[in-house]
């Protein structure tokens, strides 16, 4: 069999925790690699150009969006692989129409988007950004009334897909209360108490954590209005997506100061270096990066993130049925 060749085309430079030596030379074990940088400037078609000539092409956070032409006429590219889990950036949406094999990390960030949220609710139940900043400014003590602990706190989740379920899993041996509101999943983990509405959620929550996709349902879906429902120095913890949430809202609740907010997401990510909630003592951003797991390295190995990569492309050499590929119900879906 001859082979495979395997394009990557970067607007700018590649991102050098992804592209290292190892993950580029375990790319060239498995087929010729074209790695072109720089290639913000090419026109779509000179781009199309290039990867009709190819049989995979690599595409994530780092790369040029495919060009649509590909959608009508992809040549011999038969795999698109991405290395992250968003996907409409890079891959058109004709291009999963056309029925070429798209594929993404699919479930790998689960545990990690769970730690994440795990990370921000203990953060906030033990005040660790008030101590960050008392201790910034030079003073001692913090508010010993608001710290709390895991133990029967009342934990709202919104949305059970895979995250929230590892989430539970992770909350679970600590002996919080659990509570979730997703009218899309008919069974919910033991121990976990269904409630028919996000007013109800709110209602009951000590700790709000959002675990929900982001579609035209749950788009701005917790309004300032849930907000207000929630009890004085409650919790909202956010590592799905920031459109989900009257960002405006939740802003003013953190620098007030009566809600504890720990994010992993915005909309837009990047947050004005001027903006007030940067001040606030009950307010932590960790940029959306929490997910991106590449320590420690070594043994030779590639990161968990890259080596899905590297598996999607083995499939594609062996014969074998993608797996984590794209039909439109699921383009539609992803965020």
Known sequence: MPRQ??????????????????????????????????????????????????????????????????????GRLSLVACYSGTIRPFVPRSIVASGLTVTNWGDLPAPYVAEAAMTHLLSALHQLPAAVHTTREGQWGIDITRNGSLLDLAVGIYGMGVIGRRFVELLAPFGARIAAFDPYVDELPDGVKRVDSLNDLCDWADALVIHAGLSDETEASLTAQHLARLGDGAIVVNTARGA????????????????????????????????????????????????????????????????????????????????FDFDLDRFDRST
């Open 5 to 74: 060749r395997i394009a990557a085309l970067f607007g700018a430079a590649p991102f050098g925790h992804i592209w290292t030596d190892r993950f580029c030379e375990a790319i060239v074990e498995r087929g010729d690699l074209t790695f072109e940088q720089n290639t913000g400037f090419w026109s779509g078609e000179q781009a199309a150009d290039v990867l009709r000539d190819h049989d995979i092409a690599i595409v994530g956070w780092d790369t040029r969006g495919l060009p649509e032409a590909l959608a009508e006429d992809p």
């Open 244 to 323: 989900i949430v009257d960002q405006d809202a939740l802003f003013a609740e953190a620098i007030s100061g009566r809600l504890r907010v720990g994010v992993d997401v915005l909309e837009p990510d990047q947050l004005a270096a001027d903006h007030p909630v940067r001040q606030a003592t009950s307010f932590c951003y960790t940029f959306h990066q929490l997910d991106q797991v590449h320590w420690p390295g070594g043994g030779g190995t590639v990161p968990r993130i890259q080596q899905r990569l590297l598996d999607h492309i083995d499939r594609f050499l062996a014969g074998e049925e993608p797996q």
